[in-house]
């Protein structure tokens, strides 16, 4: 069966420091790779997707990127937090890019600035 | 801006009670429709899907109603239990992207 993996759970960084959020997923080839924030009491915001490795689309505007290296593994960075950035991050995988596949989900990164 | 919404942000229900969520959304050219459920502290947790070229589907204790005519979907859970409690969430998709409303919080009385 397939899993997605998130580390860290909680992360507390100071204003002005890096950023590097990790999502793997295992157990499917080829998925389809996203990012979102979710503020607290709201839907998720799509920040990034991802339809194969080195591919990249953004959704919105911010100072996050994102970067596929392999197949499998997602990471979400910023070079310099801003406070705005603090939310819960997610990741989601889907099968077969174009159809009707739901997205499953990791159990998210808790981000707070400092 | 989100393209989907929920009629109620709160939902209470005596346990063994039946749940209706209710979800608007606007977009007529989306063809498939997802419930997921998010407990506190998780991911949101994929509960059931709907095509557009169906007007209803049953899970396990769980049916989605689809209206293509009003653009609404709605969640039906039977006989909720204290592990019904969470932040239901309906999503659209078009093609890959997902647009979410903003949930409806669903708390189950003993």
């Known amino acids: 069966s397939q899993t997605i993996h998130q580390w860290p759970a909680t992360l507390v960084q100071p204003v002005g420091s890096p950023l590097s959020l990790e999502c793997t997923v295992e157990g499917t080839s080829n998925p389809n790779l996203y990012w979102y924030r979710q503020a607290a009491g709201r839907g998720l915001q799509l920040l990034f997707y991802s339809v194969g490795i080195g591919q990249i689309s953004s959704e919105v505007p911010q100072n996050l990127s994102a970067s596929r290296p392999q197949d499998r593994q997602f990471i979400l960075s910023s070079k310099k937090l801003l406070l705005s950035d603090s939310g819960f991050y997610l990741c989601a995988w889907s099968a077969l890019h174009g159809t009707n596949q739901p997205q499953h989900f990791g159990d998210g990164t808790r981000l707070s600035i400092l | ?110």
């Open chain 2, 1 to 110: 801006g989100e393209s989907v919404g929920l009629h109620l942000p709160t939902l209470s229900v005596q346990e063994g009670d039946n749940s209706i969520i209710n979800c608007a959304y606007s977009n007529s050219a989306s063809d498939y429709f997802i419930w997921y459920k998010q407990e506190s502290g998780k991911g949101p947790q994929f509960i059931i899907d709907i095509r557009s070229n169906m007007d209803k589907r049953q899970g396990q204790r769980v049916t989605v109603l689809l209206n293509k005519t009003v653009k609404h979907l709605s969640l039906q859970i039977a006989a909720t239990q204290p592990g019904d409690s969470a932040v239901y969430f309906c999503a659209e998709n078009n093609d890959y992207k997902l647009s979410f409303g903003a949930g409806t919080t669903v708390t189950v009385r003993a």
